[in-house]
């Protein structure tokens, strides 16, 4: 009777927490709150887009949360940068690994939505290694040094 009262329990347990899980990502990643996409940002072109990842979108899960899909990913290199955490850096002879996804429209404003396009993120082209043309999401440079310990505080600022 303890075994079964306890298994109960677990599962229990483990259920409110995946339906914690799966509310915290689409309130996150898909629901209409939380993110306005700035007025000042263009229209997303109706075509093929190829957007070079190099953090979280290199795990297909979180592909498939974010976009729906998992884009068709190829592995790429982006010579003369380094990565910073969640942030890309100039750097001459540096290189970050990471996959280039394939997208349409629609999963690129899906994308745009997980990274705060405008907010915390810009979308530039950049060349790959190889001359492939992509976009790729760099932090806006009023956020560069947000996640840096500020002088007179003993805490990093997070935004």
Do not use: C
Not at 129 to 150: F, I
């Amino acid at each position: 009777m303890i075994n079964t009262v306890w298994l109960k329990r677990v599962l229990m347990l483990s259920g409110v927490g995946l339906l914690s899980l799966a509310g915290w990502l689409w309130l996150t990643m898909l629901s209409p709150w939380f993110y306005d996409r700035p007025d000042d940002l263009p229209a997303i072109e109706q075509r093929a887009h190829q957007v070079f990842v190099y953090g979280t979108l290199r795990y297909s899960p979180v592909r498939l949360v974010v976009m729906g899909s998992f884009g068709a990913p190829e592995e790429a290199v982006l010579e003369g940068y380094r990565r910073n955490g969640l942030d890309l850096s100039p750097q001459p002879g540096s290189r970050v690994k990471g996959l280039v996804l394939h997208v349409n429209a629609e999963q690129l404003a899906r994308l745009d939505r997980y990274e705060r396009l405008g907010v915390r993120y810009q979308r530039v082209t950049i060349e790959l290694a190889d001359g492939t043309r992509a976009w790729v999401y760099q932090r806006l440079p009023e956020r560069q040094k947000a996640l840096l310990p500020h002088a007179d505080l003993p805490i990093a600022l997070v935004p």
